[in-house]
C-alpha cells in the first residue's frame, strides 16, 4: 500500500493524532482531511489493515434490530455504492443481498418486528418462506427452516481495498501514516491529553482519536479512560475451487448457530462465530473450529458440509459487554475521542463513523444521535439491548 511506510521517527507535532491505521482509522482520516482539517498523523502498530481490517471479504448491510443500527448501516451502504467516485476506489462491492435462516417462531417474530422498523428507515428487507430462500440460494435445505428475512441491497466487500481507498486518499491530502509505530503512552494536563508517545519518538497534539479495535482497551488504560473492548478470535475458511462454478448466492446466515457462507472468488467462504472461543489476542488459524461450521451445515446447507477447504482466515473482534459499538468524546479528556467496539460491525459502518467522528472533532451536530454509543452507558446502566447479529 503505497500509504504504508516505517517511521525512523514520528512527526514532533499534530493537530489530530489517530491511533489505528485499520479500516476505521482510515474513514478517520478520511473525512477529516476532505473537511480541511490539517496536520493529522495515523498511528499504525503494524501495517494499514493488518488488524480485523485485515479479514479478506466482509459483509456490509442495513439488517439490523434497532434504529441506530440501522441508520449506521444504511449511510454506510450508500457511501460504499459511491466509493468508486469518492473516495474513488474499487473495493470488490458485490450487492449480492443478505439472507437469514430462521429456524422458530420466536426468531421469525423478532426479526418481523426488526423488518418492520427496517422498512420505515427505507431499508427494502422482507420476510420469505423456506422455499423462497432456497430459490435464492440453491444449497439450502428447508426442511427444518420457519421462514428467512432477506434484503437485496446488503452483501459484501473487501477491506482491504476500502482501507487502501481510504488511506490513498488521505494521503493525497497531506495525513501522515506512521505505520510499524506502537504507542507507548500519553501525557496529559488537566482534561486534555498532550502528547502521544510511541516507540519512534513523541507527537505533541490538540486531539486524539482511538481506533485501535481490539487493543482499545490498553489504550484506554493509559489515561485512564474505560473502553471495555474484549478481543474475541474470529475464523473463517476458503473452499477448494468448485467445478462448476458457485452460483451467486446472497450472504448466507444460518442465524441460530451463526454459521455464515457466501461466495468467494473461485470458491465459497465459511464462517461461524465460537461461543466457546476465550477472551484473548490469540489469530492463530485452526481448523478444528470447522466442525461446529459443518455441524450446522448438515441441517441446513448440507452440500457444505462435505466440501473440502482450503487455508482460512483469523482475526479479533473488538467486543463490548451489549455488542454494541464505542463512538463519542470523553467525559473526563475533552480532546479524547473513540469508535471502537464495534463486536464484528466496524467494516460495515466505518464510512458513517468517519463522518460522525469528523463532525465531533468539528463540535457539529453528528448524522445521527450517537449518545447511546457513549462508553459510560456502562457505568450509569443504560446498556443497549444487544444486538445479535454479529457476523
Known sequence: MSTSSTFRTVPPAADVVIIGGGVMGASIAFHLAEAGVDDIVVVERGDLGSGSSGKPIGGVRAQFSDPLNIELGSRSLRAFRDFPHRPGADIGLETVGYLFLLTDARQATDFEIAVGIQNSLDVPSRMITPHEARRLCPYISPEHLVAAAYSPTDGHARPGLV???YADSAS???VTFATNT?????DTSGDRVTAVHTDHGVISCSTVVCAAGAWSGQIGDMVGIDLPVRPVRRQLAFTEPL???APRIPFTIDFSSSAYFHNSDDGLLFGLADP???VGFDTTWTAEWLDLFRAAARRHA?????MRTDGGWAGLYEVTPDHNA???RSGELDNFLYATGFSGHGFLQAPAVGEI???LYLDRTPCVDISPLHADRFRTGAEIRPEAHVV
Open 276 to 278: 466457546g472461543q476465550p
Open 163 to 165: 482501507v487502501r481507498g
Open 243 to 245: 467445478t462448476p462454478p
Open 302 to 306: 448440507p452440500a457444505l458440509a462435505d
Open 172 to 174: 493525497r491530502a497531506g
Open 182 to 186: 506502537a504507542v507507548t503512552g500519553m
Open 357 to 359: 467522528v469528523r463532525d
Open 326 to 328: 464505542l463512538i463519542g
